[in-house]
């Protein structure tokens, strides 16, 4: 792997950005919005009860979480969908760079994203509503692995369909998160769905996140082996995804679709 290359298509993601500002809308915009509108609901909950329950201490850490793992995966579409907006697609993959370089430098920059977005949601999380996601301590380690390897694994994924499928593909990848957003447990625990629907839970990462985040706020337990499971299937996950990638784009490549999918967007 040649790392001046990887360096290259994150370079390019940063010079799309610096001389068209309107794309910081969609890096912070969202996520600041969902974080303003999350801390006054959790805040007027708070006001309201009277069991003890602080939803602020809860709901908001897992909203500022999810939204992290949005971002990861929308922060590398995006990067993907830039060069097929631009048809540059044929540009790149008829140049020596090789796809595993390609696909480094977008995972590289959806990171660097993530994480200037991460940031503005801790830093209004804690300026309006004194939120702070550090009482986790060591815990937060896990809790953003966990987020961070299966928001790359959904990235690559969706990236794949879209590559295959092209340009109409773009409507299944922006909403598959939001699919599995009832299931994670982000607003409530796994317990409160049917018990039908609770092994889906259990093949998903991130509600490992929000089960060990409710366990070590409210009872100061958390599962160890829980969190390994969750670490592992994310894993498990991303290697999945990888190689789905590298089949899509064999096939994109012996049936001749990306100059298909270049002209779909002339």
């Given at each position: 792997?040649?790392?001046?290359?990887?360096?290259?298509?994150?370079?390019?993601?940063?010079?799309?950005?610096?001389?068209?500002?309107?794309?910081?809308?969609?890096?912070?915009?969202?996520?600041?919005?969902?974080?303003?509108?999350?801390?006054?609901?959790?805040?007027?909950?708070?006001?309201?009860?009277?069991?003890?329950?602080?939803?602020?201490?809860?709901?908001?850490?897992?909203v500022?979480?999810?939204?992290?793992?949005?971002?990861?995966?929308?922060?590398?579409?995006?990067?993907?969908?830039?060069?097929?907006?631009?048809?540059?697609?044929?540009?790149?993959?008829a140049?020596?760079?090789?796809?595993?370089?390609?696909?480094?430098?977008?995972?590289?920059?959806?990171?660097?994203?993530?994480?200037?977005?991460?940031?503005?949601?801790?830093?209004?999380?804690?300026?309006?509503?004194?939120?702070?996601?550090?009482?986790?301590?060591?815990?937060?380690?896990?809790?953003?692995?966990?987020?961070?390897?299966?928001?790359?694994?959904?990235?690559?994924?969706t990236?794949?369909?879209?590559?295959?499928?092209?340009?109409?593909?773009?409507?299944?990848?922006?909403?598959?998160?939001?699919?599995?957003?009832?299931?994670?447990?982000?607003?409530?625990?796994?317990?409160?769905?049917?018990?039908?629907?609770?092994?889906?839970?259990?093949?998903?990462?991130?509600?490992?996140?929000?089960?060990?985040?409710?366990?070590?706020?409210?009872?100061?337990?958390?599962?160890?082996?829980?969190?390994?499971?969750?670490?592992?299937?994310?894993?498990v996950?991303?290697?999945?995804?990888?190689?789905f990638f590298?089949?899509?784009?064999?096939?994109?490549?012996?049936?001749?679709?990306?100059?298909?999918?270049?002209?779909?967007?002339?």
């Amino acid at each position: 792997m040649d790392f001046r290359r990887v360096y290259a298509i994150f370079l390019r993601q940063i010079f799309l950005i610096r001389n068209n500002k309107t794309r910081l809308v969609n890096i912070f915009m969202w996520i600041s919005i969902d974080t303003i509108l999350w801390g006054f609901i959790t805040n007027y909950l708070d006001s309201m009860g009277h069991s003890g329950f602080s939803f602020s201490t809860t709901v908001l850490g897992a909203v500022v979480l999810w939204n992290f793992l949005i971002r990861i995966q929308q922060g590398l579409m995006l990067s993907f969908f830039e060069d097929m907006w631009s048809c540059n697609l044929l540009n790149l993959f008829a140049s020596p760079l090789r796809i595993r370089e390609y696909l480094s430098g977008l995972v590289i920059s959806s990171l660097a994203t993530s994480i200037a977005g991460l940031s503005v949601m801790l830093f209004i999380a804690w300026g309006m509503f004194l939120y702070n996601i550090f009482q986790f301590g060591v815990l937060l380690v896990p809790f953003l692995g966990i987020m961070l390897v299966f928001g790359f694994a959904l990235g690559i994924f969706t990236t794949a369909l879209v590559l295959r499928f092209g340009p109409p593909a773009e409507w299944i990848a922006w909403i598959i998160p939001f699919v599995l957003d009832p299931f994670t447990g982000i607003f409530y625990p796994i317990s409160a769905l049917p018990k039908i629907l609770q092994p889906i839970s259990a093949i998903l990462p991130p509600s490992y996140v929000f089960e060990g985040m409710r366990g070590a706020l409210l009872s100061g337990k958390f599962s160890v082996s829980h969190l390994i499971a969750g670490i592992s299937i994310a894993f498990v996950y991303l290697i999945i995804s990888c190689l789905f990638f590298l089949y899509i784009y064999r096939i994109v490549l012996r049936k001749g679709l990306i100059a298909r999918l270049t002209a779909e967007n002339l």
